[in-house]
């Protein structure tokens, strides 16, 4: 099993209970869904998507969903009448430039740090030159702040656990890249991105 072959099978049958009990990792969920879905038009590829939760509050032209566990997938299709695509962050079974918005929520923690870069590349190939690409997670200022939180509420393990994004390196990744990114903290532990094509005649 690599990296990517995330075994949420076992979970899908109570994912949809679990997310609304608003753990740490899931607090302001249904708030942070309706952001994200605030942000986004036309037409709308969602990595990770799950079960597909974000669909009560989206509003687009076209919705295409992604996301590698099947058990996840059968769950989706039990609540929309669709299937999502079978695929992942490194693997998007799309041909370029087919996204106004790429978004994904409560997935990218997944993705070893290592990996993170490559991702973004594989958002943006789907991407079309003047869309943005949208992510909700769990994030961290720095990687101090990332100890600090973790110590002080006795959290250390669970973040340890787990590959969270930092702004800084989030930032660094997007520099690398020529990307536009903008951050929105929503609460103590999720934060909102918003990353697109550093193009000159949108800085004036």
Do not use: Q
Request: glycine content about 8%; hydrophobic content about 35%; aromatic content about 10%.
């Amino acid at each position: 099993m690599t990296s990517l072959e995330w075994d949420f099978d076992s979970w899908a049958e109570t994912y949809d209970e679990d997310v609304r009990i608003e753990d740490w990792i899931h607090a302001d969920y249904e708030r942070v869904l309706t952001l994200v879905a605030g942000k986004v038009s036309g037409t709308v590829v969602d990595i990770g998507c799950g079960t597909g939760n974000i669909l009560r509050f989206l509003k687009c032209e076209r919705y295409i969903g992604v996301e590698p566990s099947r058990g996840m997938r059968v769950k989706f299709r039990e609540k929309h009448g669709f299937e999502p695509f079978n695929g992942h962050f490194l693997h998007i079974p799309l041909p370029d430039g087919t996204a106004d918005v790429v978004i994904s929520t409560y997935a990218l923690h997944h993705m070893p740090d290592e990996e993170k870069k490559d991702a973004l590349k594989e958002m943006l190939r789907i991407l079309k030159p003047e869309g943005k690409i949208v992510i909700a997670d769990v994030m961290f200022e720095s990687e101090e702040k990332k100890m600090r939180i973790g110590e002080e509420d006795g959290l250390k393990e669970e973040i340890e656990d787990e590959y969270f994004a930092t702004v800084d390196e989030l930032r660094k990744i997007c520099t690398k890249l020529g990307l536009e990114c903008r951050f929105e903290r929503v609460n103590r532990y999720v934060w909102i991105a918003e990353i697109e094509l550093l193009i000159p005649d949108r800085k004036g």
